[in-house]
């Protein structure tokens, strides 16, 4: 398709005025993205935000409050990405481009972790890692084995780092394998008649064209990996290890919140800059998407005695990061302790009567009246807020495409991707600081906070269901006689579907798993799984927890399976010989 | 002298699809060959095994007297070391770089210094010209330009071979018979050996001075044009080659003599055995006549197209289909009633395998 074509596609909308529409999709913007940041650039022009940025910044508390967590923040974020990029790039490489045996299975388990919350995978963590400096009932599956690990290794920089990994490199994988999937094998054939050895192709051809999406998914997940809360708060607090997401929830939980704001804003800013960056890269690999065009059959690098070396370390990647936590909380939720896998196994936390000698008398969570409200208001927030952030994001992606080129359409775009750079954890901050004195603790002030969060998302994904179709499919449907809603009923949708589906799961998966988001926006009359489970985790109710997690894993990875994630349509590289 | 390319017992199949069943193909050196063939054919196919782009399940292939790959001794050159250039159907531009890194960038693994690489480049914008698209992306190039670009990159590292696959097919038909023009030059001024690939029967018979016939795998007929046009080996190269193509009609021997359409036909010729027969007649030696008569047979105009001293027509009837060219004709076009006179012997006789008789 050229790229004319696709730039005169519509979707839907079509009668309204282009003005309308534009003017329309900056107020959304402004409402969703600008205002919350305006919110914390006010909050810290004023006295006590001045205040509390001198505190910050050079006060007594700076060591501890900023410094340390933000070396720890960069560190963290820096290992995380490098990890990610390596090991994101090396399983996509390995799938797309080599004859590595099994590589459809691990191309389909590669996906996953996308799925596991990193909360989930910090719990799983615990229950296999953890020490007694919870306490002894609290001690991991090895430590009762006798091997107890390192301090180091339970908790800390170490696992919050690897868990982050264990999250975040399945998001450099599957932006990584649709860019080596479109290198022609021609372009590499090419450049291997010229006499080039393997590495000057690699080098020459291969890595420059990758390179784009290589820094995309680098400053993604440095963004997300630096801005998580999740993990340092589940693996750093115990040992007071904090990075400027933990430091930031302090301060919000304290009753500060302009100091929250002021470390919140230093993430922001962080982050951005190596947006920037990668966005430059980025920018000039798109002209290459569309000239390298179709023909893009491959044929695959014969990897000789490392077949089955390679295979087997992919395997025992993708295994350690869906399989094996999955198994440890469903393991850890039956075990009469949390990590006392070969104890006695039960129900009780699943469906057990209330019973003073455990937990406080809690119930299992099946007959938990809380739970059951937990799971309905979690469910009803991924479902409103995946179709308010889809028919925001068609507003704002039909706004931008109609544009074209210009700067107008430019600003939106980067506005539209703003959120990108903007914590879960500081969107919540800012929403309650802008309506929560109307909103507060109100389902709605959750959806408008969850649908700013997946803007980015929504877009793209209205982007890619207008790059199915082109103009001259609607047009011949025209000829053919059919009404403007015919057009639309009868081709448009039935296009785009797939692709709007597919955000929609995908804003729908984010919503139900995340927790950063919602942490502070929750409160006892709005309980959402994510802030249930992690309750119950600071409560020292592990198991209890542990089972929330394995609800909400099931919740997202059902979400998936309906919305035919898994498909071929998903990763379409797997699908080629 | 030695072939510029040798390929024997050539074969390769794709899980059960054979796309080659065992090809002999000679080159000599400074030719300009054609692989002819309609799709799916396996040309690309082989193309790509004289390239080292592919492995043969047998057969072996020598450039300028060297094997370069043999399935029996498990001897292969890799691609880089045979010393050739290929243009590819798409091209295969590096996006990433510019027309001129693109020409470059193998001069460089060449290992020629930047001046050396600066003159040969300046010589190739020129012989192509090029210039003044030198700094261009591939993405803003036009498709003639990106194929000229294509071109200067494998010419830049002075090839003894070149291979071309299907490279004319994405061109506009002005700028195809452009190309071909400075496809010629570039033979005649460099010398190099070119092995090209079309399914256009036209534009191989405005390049060849070899043609290779290829069909389901298969060699059909190889050597000179002209040969290849006058003395068809096969019922497919003849129907296949031409301007238009010749004529195939279908000959059955009845009540002692051969017969189209019910007419006899080429009285006293029955040592074509008994089976039916397809009869090859040119274009040119068919005529239509406005009025029956005796031995006509009678066809319907299916069109008619005037070329200035001639016409050329498609007609159809009991006899199947058949061209004509012939001096201007004034009768009926589409759907007029038209009488065909066939001349009193055939230019060739196939039996229905194909194989020729006479
Ligand atoms: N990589 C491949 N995998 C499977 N089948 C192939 C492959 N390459 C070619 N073929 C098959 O081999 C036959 C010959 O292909 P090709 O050489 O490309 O033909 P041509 O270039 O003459 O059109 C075709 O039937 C094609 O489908
Ligand atoms: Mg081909």
């Not at chain 1, 809690?362 to 409103?384: C, D, M």
Request: charged residues 15%.
């Amino acid at each position: 398709m050229t790229p004319a074509s696709t730039s005169r596609a519509r979707l839907g909308g079509r009668s309204l005025a282009p003005a309308v529409l534009t003017v329309g999709a900056f107020a959304l913007v402004a409402l969703l993205v600008l205002a919350p940041l305006a919110h914390i650039g006010l909050a810290l022009a004023t006295e006590a935000g001045a205040a509390a940025l001198r505190d910050v910044f050079t006060g007594r508390i700076a060591t501890n409050m900023l410094w340390l967590p933000l070396k720890h923040t960069l560190l963290i974020g820096l290992a995380v990405t490098l990890a990610c990029v390596v090991l994101g790039g090396l399983l996509a490489w390995l799938v797309t481009m080599t004859d590595m045996p099994l590589r459809r299975v691990i191309g389909l388990l590669a996906a996953l972790p996308f799925m596991i919350p990193t909360f989930a995978v910090a719990l799983a963590w615990t229950v296999i890692f953890a020490n007694d400096r919870l306490g002894e009932a609290g001690i991991g599956v090895l430590a009762r084995l006798g091997a107890e690990p390192p301090a180091w290794l339970a908790w800390g920089a170490v696992p919050v780092t690897l868990v982050l990994i264990a999250h975040l490199y399945a998001i450099a994988y599957l932006m990584i394998a649709p860019a080596l999937a479109t290198v022609g094998r021609d372009l590499i054939a090419a450049a291997e008649i010229t006499g080039a050895s393997r590495a000057q192709v690699l080098k020459g051809v291969v890595f420059p064209l990758v390179a784009p999406a290589l820094a995309a998914a680098g400053a993604l997940c440095f963004a997300e990996a630096a801005s998580s809360f999740s993990a340092p708060a589940i693996l750093g607090l115990p040992v007071r290890f904090h990075t400027l997401a933990t430091r930031a929830y302090g301060a919000f939980e304290t009753g500060s919140p302009e100091r929250g704001y002021a470390l919140i804003a230093t993430m922001i800013v962080v982050s951005a800059a190596l947006l920037l960056l990668a966005a430059r890269a980025r920018r000039r690999g798109q002209s290459f998407a569309t000239a390298a065009g179709k023909g893009v059959v491959r044929a695959r690098m014969a990897l000789g005695a490392w077949r089955w070396p390679l295979a087997i370390a992919a395997l025992a990647l993708v295994t350690a990061t869906t399989i094996v936590p999955a198994l440890a909380l469903v393991l850890s939720s039956l075990s009469p302790q949390s990590g006392d896998v070969f104890g006695a196994w039960s129900w009780h936390y699943w469906l057990g009567a209330p019973d003073a000698a455990i937990a406080r008398g809690q119930p299992g969570i099946l007959r938990n009246p809380e739970l059951h409200r937990a799971f309905i208001v979690t469910l009803a927030a991924g479902l409103f807020t995946g179709v308010s952030a889809l028919a925001v994001g068609l507003v704002v992606g039909e706004a931008i495409a109609r544009l074209g080129a210009g700067t107008v359409a430019t600003t939106l775009r980067q506005l539209a991707f703003l959120p990108l750079l903007i914590p879960g954890l500081a969107i919540g901050a800012a929403f309650i600081g802008l309506y929560g004195a109307l909103l507060y603790g109100s389902f709605a002030l959750v959806v408008i906070a969850g649908v700013a969060a997946t803007l980015p998302f929504a877009v793209e994904s209205v982007a890619a269901a207008r790059a199915q179709i082109a103009a001259e499919l609607e047009e011949s449907a025209r000829l053919a006689g059919a009404g403007p809603l015919g057009v639309l009923v009868g081709v448009t949708l039935p296009l785009a579907a797939g692709k709007l589906l597919a955000g929609f799961v995908l804003v729908f998966v984010k919503m139900v798993r995340d927790l950063d988001l919602v942490i502070l926006l929750y409160t006892p009359a709005l309980p959402l799984l994510t802030v249930v489970a992690f309750r119950y985790a600071s409560d020292g109710f592990a198991q209890f927890a542990h089972a929330v997690a394995v609800v909400i894993l099931v919740l997202s990875i059902a979400a998936h399976l309906a919305a035919g994630g898994f498909g071929r349509a998903a990763q379409p590289w797997l699908a080629e010989r | 002298m030695s072939a510029a390319v040798r390929v024997r017992g050539m074969k390769r199949r794709f899980g059960r699809q054979v796309a080659l069943g065992g090809v002999d193909v000679d080159v000599a050196p400074g030719s300009f060959c054609v692989l002819l063939g309609p799709s799916g054919c396996g040309k690309t196919t082989l193309l790509r095994l004289i390239a080292g782009l592919e492995a043969p399940d047998e057969g072996r292939i020598e450039i300028d007297g060297r094997c370069v790959v043999d399935a029996s001794s498990g001897r292969t050159v890799p691609a880089g070391r045979r010393k050739l250039g290929m243009v590819f159907q798409g091209y295969a531009l590096w996006p990433h770089k510019t027309a001129a890194e693109n020409i470059d960038w193998p001069l460089r693994i060449a290992g020629l210094d930047r001046a050396a690489r600066r003159a040969r480049l300046a010589e190739l914008a020129a012989l192509l010209d090029l210039a003044p698209h030198l700094e261009r992306y591939p993405g803003e190039l036009s498709g003639g330009q990106q194929q000229r670009v294509a071109i200067a990159r494998c010419l830049g590292p002075r090839p003894r071979l070149l291979l071309f696959d299907e490279p004319l097919s994405n061109l506009d038909v002005q700028l195809r018979a452009e190309m071909r023009l400075e496809l010629l030059r570039l033979h005649g001024e460099t010398g190099v050996t070119i092995v090209y690939v079309t399914h256009d029967q036209s534009e191989a018979l405005a390049l060849a001075d070899h043609l290779v016939v290829l069909r389901d795998g298969r060699v059909e007929q190889a050597g000179v044009p002209s040969t290849l046009l006058t003395r068809p080996h096969t019922a497919f190269v003849a129907g296949f080659l031409g301007v238009p193509p010749a004529n195939l009609l279908t000959a059955a021997h009845q009540d002692g003599a051969w017969r189209i359409g019910g007419k006899a036909f080429a009285v006293g010729c029955a040592a074509w055995g008994d089976g039916p027969v397809q009869v090859m007649i040119r274009p040119e030696r068919l005529r239509l006549h406005e009025r029956p008569a005796a031995g006509l047979l009678q066809a319907v105009v299916v069109e008619a197209t005037p070329l200035g001293e001639r016409t050329l027509a498609r007609v159809e009837g009991a006899f199947g289909r058949a061209t004509v060219l012939m001096p201007p004709w004034v009768g009926g076009s589409h759907g007029a009633l038209a009488y065909l006179a066939l001349p009193p012997t055939p230019d060739a006789v196939f039996a229905a395998d194909g194989g020729r008789i006479t």
